[in-house]
């Protein structure tokens, strides 16, 4: 459906849990997060309930994230029952790729088409004081296995920080040579911990074209990522400017939290409790109406560098 802006908004974002097997020091607290309880992260069979009232309102494409979703028991149930509705043409995840390996054949049987795995070093060692707790090793076992399952392109969500990554940027370039893979490079968000190192570390995405001129800019019909290849190269490139470059005007999303609100604008703190209306789906489907339509025009992170959400990026999802 159109909101008030005339954006056409077909795209759904599900956080189904705040929870997450590592501590990334831009998204999480090294201590971990006050767990939410059990009963207040939405079942999912009501998450079933609500991707209904969505596919009844024009939304056609959903991504699980979290959180790492992969540690919830049951989500390939999950996708299966997403990908029998008609309306439904697209179901990707973002995932950490830790646990990913051992449950992507599984995953794309139940129709998972896609998966973005996060990952901001090559380095064994930085991959560790990045997320505090990563192995390296399997994520980049989950890339191959995605690879080999043919779900491709597999998507390597990269957060770019001067004086932490920025030294890598070639090597991730360079990886696109060979595989069928598109290296996203994300402008780092001054939202929750990320806030903490926005001053120090941000940078602009636009930087990689001056320092790799031989990026060719492709046809791509990403709303928010401009895609570049290296010439004959088997992948791709693509930056993400949320900052330098916000995509507003072209926003198609909206988010379901893990607790149960809906999300219309990452950045704004607007959420709507949909729990009340779970068992009535046609008051559901009226009150996602309203929150479609009612969607925030932009956000004011460019200026005032700080993203207004009261909840986090490991809340809501990214
Ligand atoms: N745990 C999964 C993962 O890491 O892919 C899914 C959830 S995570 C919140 C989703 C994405 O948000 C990841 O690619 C992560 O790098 C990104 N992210 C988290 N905090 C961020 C920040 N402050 N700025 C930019 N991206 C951020
Ligand atoms: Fe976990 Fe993803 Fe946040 Fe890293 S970015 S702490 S993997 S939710």
């Given at each position: 459906m159109l909101d008030n802006k005339g954006r056409t908004i077909d795209y759904l974002r599900v956080s189904l849990t705040d929870r997450c097997n590592l501590r990334c020091i831009y998204c999480m607290p090294e201590e971990g997060i006050g767990?939410?309880?059990?009963?207040?992260?939405?079942r999912f069979?009501?998450?079933e309930k609500v991707i209904t009232a969505c596919a009844a309102i024009g939304i056609k494409k959903v991504r699980f994230t979290g959180g790492e979703p992969l540690i919830l028991k049951g989500i390939d149930k999950l996708i299966a029952h997403t990908s029998s509705m008609s309306s439904i043409k697209d179901i990707s995840l973002t995932t950490n790729g830790i646990l990913l390996a051992d449950m992507a054949e599984d995953l794309k049987k139940a129709g998972l088409k896609r998966v973005n795995i996060s990952l901001d070093t090559l380095k064994a060692d930085k991959f560790r004081e990045i997320t505090r707790l990563g192995d390296i090793g399997r994520v980049m076992a989950a890339i191959e296995k995605c690879m080999s399952l043919d779900?491709?392109?597999?998507?390597?969500?990269t957060v770019l920080m001067k004086g932490i990554n920025d030294d890598e940027i070639g090597d991730f370039?360079?990886?696109?040579?060979?595989l069928p893979i598109q290296i996203r490079f994300i402008e780092l968000m001054p939202i929750g911990e990320g806030y903490r190192y926005y001053?120090?570390?941000s940078?602009?995405?636009?930087?990689?074209?001056?320092?790799?001129?031989?990026?060719?800019?492709?046809?791509?019909?990403?709303?928010?990522?401009?895609?570049?290849?290296?010439?004959?190269?088997?992948?791709?490139?693509?930056l993400i400017t949320p900052i330098s470059c916000k995509f507003c005007s072209d926003c198609n999303r909206i988010r379901l939290t893990a607790t149960g609100t809906i999300k219309p604008c990452l950045h704004s703190q607007e959420e709507i409790n949909i729990l009340p209306y779970l068992d009535d789906q046609e008051k559901l489907i009226e009150v996602m109406k309203d929150a479609v339509y009612n969607k925030p025009a932009e956000h004011h992170l460019e200026t005032e560098k700080k993203s207004h959400s009261a909840k986090m990026m490991y809340q809501i999802g990214g």
């Open positions: 767990k939410v309880c059990h009963q207040d992260i939405m069979e009501q998450i779900m491709v392109p597999v998507k390597i969500n370039i360079n990886m696109t040579k060979e001053d120090r570390c940078m602009k995405v636009e930087e990689i074209l001056e320092r790799f001129p031989e990026l060719v800019q492709i046809k791509d019909d990403s709303k928010v990522a401009s895609v570049y290849k290296l010439p004959g190269a088997k992948g791709s490139v693509g």
